[in-house]
């Protein structure tokens, strides 16, 4: 099976998370998908696959040759809640030209408004139809990985160590990492393949926590309310303007973190706010949720303890700490992109992964591009040749890994 046969049939399943569940996963149709990776990864001759009661994925191709470090891969099955993952209709523009490619009647993805587009003339790119996300993030690291894994299965003759494969779930609601079994995966270093254009490798990402903001008013009739009603969606507004504009997502850039207001809904009587907060530098992050917790205090001092109720829980942190001391993760993929004419990009992420958290629980892992662009929603896309790039890439990876 190719890289695009498999990525095809991958995005079919509907995996999408949701950031509202508390189980694990947090929906029950990432299983499905895992259950059919697991089957295809037994077909393949990889009969230790299996998948744990929680629906994280794993497997292990046998080392050939003694002495070398076991190695591992890794790539996440949900995608996100900020677009539809049902029913996606993906296709592929061939030899695309340079101009605008019209995804429905009423859609349009255009290079005027995504100028890497044109980085692909010439090139086929899968596509959605305007409707759904595409799913690249993250199937398309799961469709190179096995790719990849099957290369090495067929030509016995290429030397390695031992190769841990794992795939998990619920990574676009930040709990990827959360009940993954380090020990168990077996591997002393990784790579997630979970980023974007092709030519990243990144071992730098946000620092990132969530805000949950709950305030209760106090409905009287309009009619009677001076000096009485507290308006909750107003009190909500009077909370958001005490944090600095100039931090919000469509404001900042490179190592720039920012508060983002998520999602909001409410009534005069209550009102519910959440906020993601993601910043490089640590220093910056915490002082970006202390302005929080200030203008929380704030607002209570204005209409009484207990008027906002804040809540703050950190979600994973820079992993820069922990690959600086094996950078040579980072400096070996360079050297191998340039040989296979991929100019490396390394920048730092704005956004996470879940080798962030398994750095930190003990797996170095800088996270490597899939090919991908626009992420999470309907203009997403994917080169044909960047997948097929990316699978070359992994496969020079566990040759030359010493």
């Not at 220093?283 to 008027?307: D, H, I, R």
Request: charged share 25%.
């Amino acid at each position: 099976m190719t890289v695009v046969e498999r990525f095809l049939k991958y995005v079919s399943f509907d995996t999408q998370s949701d950031p509202d569940s508390e189980s694990t996963p947090s929906t029950p149709k990432q299983k499905l998908l895992g259950q059919e990776l697991v089957n295809e990864m037994h077909s393949m001759g990889i009969e230790n696959a299996r998948m744990d009661e929680h629906g994280y994925v794993y497997a292990h191709i046998d080392a050939n040759t003694e002495g070398i470090p076991s190695l591992g891969f890794i790539a996440h099955m949900d995608t996100s809640s900020d677009a539809s993952g049902a029913d996606i209709k993906a296709r592929i523009e061939k030899n695309y030209n340079g101009g605008d490619i019209r995804l429905n009647e009423h859609t349009v993805l255009s290079p005027v408004d995504f100028p890497k587009l044109l980085n692909s003339i010439g090139q086929d790119i899968i596509v959605t139809d305007g409707t759904t996300l595409l799913g690249a993030d993250d199937k398309a690291g799961i469709a190179e990985i096995l790719t990849m894994a099957e290369e090495l299965i067929n030509n016995p003759e290429i030397k390695h160590g031992k190769i841990c494969i794992g795939f998990t779930p619920d990574e676009e609601v930040g709990r990827g990492a959360d009940l993954f079994d380090v020990e168990g995966f077996g591997a002393e270093y990784a790579y997630t393949v979970d980023g974007g254009e092709i030519g990243e490798i990144e071992y730098e990402n946000f620092n990132a926590a969530s805000a949950k903001v709950s305030i209760s008013g106090r409905g009287i009739h309009p009619g009677s309310a001076k000096d009485r009603m507290i308006n909750s969606i107003h009190v909500a507004q009077e909370f958001d303007s005490m944090l600095p504009q100039a931090q919000r997502p469509e404001y900042t850039e490179g190592y720039e973190g920012f508060i983002h207001l998520m999602h909001i809904e409410g009534d005069i009587e209550n009102t519910k706010l959440v906020y993601i907060i993601r910043d490089h530098d640590m220093a910056k992050f915490e002082k970006k949720k202390s302005l929080m917790v200030k203008a929380a205090e704030l607002v209570n001092l204005k209409y009484g303890e207990g008027t906002l109720k804040l809540t703050l829980n950190d979600s994973y942190y820079n992993m820069r700490e922990k690959i600086h001391p094996h950078i040579w993760l980072v400096s070996n993929v360079q050297e191998i992109m340039r040989d296979l004419g991929v100019e490396p990009i390394t920048t730092p992420v704005r956004g996470g992964t879940d080798g962030a958290r398994l750095s930190f629980m003990g797996l170095p892992c800088p996270n490597i591009c899939t090919g991908g662009l626009n992420f999470h929603g309907r203009f997403e896309y994917i080169p044909v040749q960047s997948m097929e790039k990316v699978c070359s890439i992994l496969l020079e990876i566990v040759k030359r890994f010493r």
